[in-house]
């Protein structure tokens, strides 16, 4: 759902899919393959779209994706870049999935671990995004491989704006914390923060674990929305009621600047 959801950050309408496979049809059963494209198409129907056709290789690593197309108004496109001072800082989906996904190939995680993981992956960004249209959004992206770090460096700092954000508001999903302390933290978790940290002040009293939580690589991961404080109460109402149960102001854009994002306790 990644794909889809670029075109919802945009504040687009998927049109139409295309399967990007890569499969190794030696070793494994030709099920598995059709379980996969069995998902992909059944989350394109979630969507309101087709896949029309596709590409696939033989590999010796399955790798399955979607090229999504969509469509906007010019006038009605969703940038990253025109966060304002005063504006507050909605997330439409609690992190944690690169930290559970981790635990779970270590052997950390239950059952319960993963049906949690999962619902949120499965979880498409259509109502967030359609919820959106009714309302001013000064800058929006999704977070994914890049973590919330990463991805709210890209508006802050296209933006030319700081933002503060407190760990605290900040929601995760169940059992992360316990797991992120027994090390189950991906790599590309840990690659998010030593990068991203060139831009971030960090409270001295922030933990490492709660650092790395915070920085966690998303796999189908919310909407992050950039709206005027006026807007964000009617905007969280709307989200409430239209199926984003979680979505809640982590933050705020506090002042022109360049790009940096002080997160607190």
Not at 181 to 200: L, W
Request: glycine residues 10%; hydrophobic residues 40%.
């Amino acid at each position: 759902t990644n794909a889809i959801s670029d075109i919802y950050a945009m504040g687009a309408t998927p049109l139409f899919a295309l399967n990007v496979v890569a499969f190794p049809t030696k070793s494994l059963s030709q099920e598995i393959l059709e379980q996969i494209l069995k998902g992909a198409s059944d989350k394109a129907a979630e969507a309101g779209i087709s896949i029309v056709g596709g590409h696939s290789i033989d590999d010796n690593e399955p790798k399955f994706g979607l090229t999504v197309t969509g469509i906007v108004h010019p006038d009605k496109i969703l940038a990253n870049n025109h966060a304002l001072p005063g504006d507050v800082l909605i997330l439409t989906k609690p992190l944690g999935t690169g930290i559970l996904s981790t635990a779970l190939r270590k052997g950390f995680a239950g059952d319960n671990d993963l049906a949690e993981a999962v619902k949120w992956m499965k979880t498409l960004n259509r109502a967030a995004a359609e919820t959106a249209r009714g309302f001013e959004i000064h800058a929006c992206t999704d977070v994914t491989g890049f973590g919330l770090m990463g991805h709210l460096s890209e508006i802050t700092r296209g933006s030319g704006v700081e933002a503060e954000i407190s760990f605290s508001k900040v929601p995760f999903m169940p059992n992360v914390r316990k797991y992120a302390e027994m090390e189950a933290i991906p790599g590309g978790t840990k690659g998010n923060y030593d990068h991203y940290s060139a831009f971030v002040g960090w409270d001295e009293r922030l933990s490492q674990v709660e650092r790395y939580m915070i920085c966690d690589a998303q796999t189908s991961g919310g909407l992050l929305f950039s709206v005027h404080q006026d807007v964000a109460v009617n905007l969280l109402q709307q989200l409430h009621q239209n199926g984003c149960p979680a979505a809640c102001v982590i933050g705020k854009i506090h002042r022109k600047g360049e790009g940096v994002i002080m997160v607190s306790k």
